[in-house]
Structures are given as structure tokens and as C-alpha cells.
């Protein structure tokens, strides 16, 4: 069974920084684009960043230059460095697999608050 465990929200102040790491099991990592996406109350999920299997990255316009997406394939880890952080950055970020033989899968979920 694939799970994804996402970790490190929390609370800060505008212009703060938080890493959210996300450990998986049961999937086959190395092989898999894997995702960050955030979801704010009242609207859609979206994009935040994906690294690919093979390291490249791309990430959504409003966070580029302030978040870096990584991983660390001899962990089956996937991690999001925020930097800069902004009120509007709050929200409910997830971990996911975008591309790979477990597409679709999520993570619960870990609560990033940033107050001005």
C-alpha cells in the first residue's frame, strides 16, 4: 500500500520560512514525479512545484524564487523549501505523485499559516 507523509507546518510571520518534507512507502520513488500542491479555503488545489524522476524541476509563477522543491531518492523523500513566505501562501500544502506508477496518490496534508 503507497502512503505519503507529509510534515513540518506550522505558523509564521510574513516573511518566515518553513521546509515541509514528505516520506513515501509502498511505491516505487526513484521512478516517480513527485509534487507539491496547496489547497486555501474556499478554492481549487493547485500546483505548487514537481521534480521529475530525473531531477528537473518547475514550479508555479507565484512561488518561483522563493520556493525550492528537492529530493532525496535513498530516502523516498521529497521536500519544499519556503522562503519568503507571504499571507497569501496559506493554506493546506500536499505531497503527491504526478507522474509514475502510483499517480494520484496524496498525503494527508500538513497546514502551512503565514500572519502579516
Known amino acids: 500500500q503507497v502512503q505519503l507523509v507529509e510534515s513540518g507546518g506550522g505558523s509564521v510571520l510574513a516573511g518566515g520560512s518553513l521546509r515541509l518534507s514528505c516520506v513515501a512507502a509502498g511505491t516505487v520513488f526513484s521512478e516517480s514525479a513527485m509534487g507539491w500542491y496547496r489547497q486555501a479555503p474556499g478554492k481549487q488545489r493547485e500546483l505548487v512545484a514537481v521534480?521529475?524522476?530525473?531531477?528537473?524541476?518547475n514550479g508555479s509563477e507565484s512561488v518561483k524564487g522563493r520556493f525550492t522543491i528537492s529530493r532525496d531518492n535513498a530516502k523516498s523523500a521529497v521536500y519544499l523549501q519556503m522562503n519568503s513566505l507571504k499571507p497569501e501562501d496559506t493554506a493546506v500544502y500536499y505531497c503527491?505523485?504526478?507522474?509514475?506508477?502510483?499517480?494520484?496518490?496524496w498525503g494527508q496534508g500538513t497546514q502551512v499559516t503565514v500572519s502579516s
Open positions: 521534480i521529475f524522476s530525473d531531477g528537473d524541476t
Open positions: 503527491g505523485v504526478v507522474k509514475g506508477p502510483d499517480r494520484g496518490i
